[in-house]
């Protein structure tokens, strides 16, 4: 019987006894994050309405390989915005019970599709970055990484290396996901006893096939997002809250001796 959480009860939260039994005795717990964790660090979610300039374009249209080509300055511009706000940005609390929450489970894997860095900086160890990272920099010609290069009136900035134009390294629509952490996080996905999918609208795949990977082999899937996705049918839990707010309580209810 799958037990739904709806609406948090009176006292925040009310975490169910089957749930803390589960997290205590899995031996590894898996954690898909989507831009909904990062919400309440101030850096807009991926389908939030885009601000200013930037009101008019929609992320899919200008995270694409052809959207640069066709217009290199427009999306770098469109990067530099984002960076900006990242560099602003503090991983909340909700980003520091997952950091928390790595220590107390003998194995934890934490997967996100977030290119914000806010995870690590929390002090999650091992964050598998489907996406990328906005913070890194790469040539997109050579397509390796670039750390620094001289500033010039030029925008896009160009390789030291080769001239090429500079982009950020993260994955584009229509590009493929590093295979080696694509891998980790699949195989993840199947050897984990609970899987958590944290703020993710759970429409971008091939990320958002991870938690069926996890629900085919009998994993306990759980959702904590404050508009259930279509995953919410499938899953043993579903929590119509904040991840900044959830998270803690789901912390301090499961392991309160720590
Ligand atoms: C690929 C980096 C091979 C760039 C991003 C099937 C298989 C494979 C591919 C596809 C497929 N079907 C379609 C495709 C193509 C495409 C795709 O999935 N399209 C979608 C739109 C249908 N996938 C790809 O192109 C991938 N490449 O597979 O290569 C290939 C190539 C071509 C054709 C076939 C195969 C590459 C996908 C990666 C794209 N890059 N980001 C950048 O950031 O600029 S994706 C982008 O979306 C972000 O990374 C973001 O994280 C991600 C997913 O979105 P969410 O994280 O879910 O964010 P969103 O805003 O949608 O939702 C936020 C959620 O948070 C909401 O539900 C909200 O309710 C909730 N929320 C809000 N506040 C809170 C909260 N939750 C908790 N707490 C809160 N406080």
Request: net charge neutral; hydrophobic share 40%.
């Amino acid at each position: 019987m799958r037990e739904k959480q709806g609406q948090p009860s009176g006292e925040r939260f009310k975490i169910p006894e089957a749930l803390i039994r589960q997290l205590r005795s899995a031996r590894h717990i898996a954690v898909l994050t989507g831009a909904g964790t990062s919400a309440e660090s101030g850096v807009p979610t991926f389908r939030d309405a885009q601000t200013g300039l930037w009101a008019q374009y929609s992320p899919e249209e200008l995270a694409t390989p052809e959207a640069f080509r066709r217009n290199p300055r427009l999306v770098w511009e469109w990067y530099q915005w984002r960076r900006e706000r990242v560099s602003q940005a503090k991983p909340n609390p909700g980003h520091l019970a997952l950091a928390r929450m790595e220590s107390l489970v003998p194995k934890f894997t934490l997967i996100t599709q977030n290119v914000d860095g806010l995870h690590h900086e929390a002090g999650s160890k091992g964050v598998l970055e489907l996406h990328g990272n906005i913070r890194r920099t790469k040539c997109f010609t050579e397509n390796s990484i670039v750390d620094s290069w001289r500033a010039t009136p030029k925008i896009p900035p160009r390789c030291p290396r080769c001239g090429g134009l500079l982009r950020p390294d993260v994955v584009w629509f229509g590009e493929s996901l590093p295979a080696e952490i694509l891998n980790e996080a699949e195989a993840a996905a199947r050897s984990c006893d609970v899987f958590l999918s944290v703020g993710t609208s759970s429409v971008v795949f091939p990320a958002a096939a991870l938690p069926h990977s996890a629900l085919a082999v009998g994993a306990t899937v759980i959702e904590i997002n404050p508009t259930p996705t279509e995953l919410a049918a499938d899953a043993a839990w579903s929590f119509a809250a904040a991840s900044g707010e959830f998270l803690p309580v789901l912390l301090s209810a499961t392991w309160p001796e720590c």
